[in-house]
């Protein structure tokens, strides 16, 4: 391959992995704000928030550093876990959504 072929591929994995790491920063925000709002994690919750988080900081991947889709999966299934834990903790009472909406599980788009 000649030179401006390499560079093309080095401008696409750089992108490519800063469009991942923006994602990976906002996934740890939002776990890190559902934490809080839970208060108190209980055993599951805490395994679940720490594993995500040390998972996504340490360099062992299933793939390599410049490329967080895995630690974007990781970080969301945690998410997932834990607002599960906060709607079963709240009973079914209104959530904080999106800019400010209230949502629950069981509200339809329109």
Known sequence: MDRET?????????IVGIVTL???IKLGKRLFV????????????????WGALIYTILPVDLLPDPIYLDDMGV??????YLTNLLRKRRGGKLLPG????????HDTPR
């Open 6 to 14: 390499w560079i093309i591929i080095g401008v696409a994995v750089a």
């Open 22 to 24: 923006i994602g990976a």
């Open 34 to 49: 559902t934490k809080r709002m839970l208060g108190e994690l209980g055993t599951g919750g805490k395994v679940a928030f």
């Open 75 to 80: 970080l969301a299934l945690a998410l997932m």
């Open 98 to 105: 999106p800019r400010g909406k209230s949502a629950t599980k």
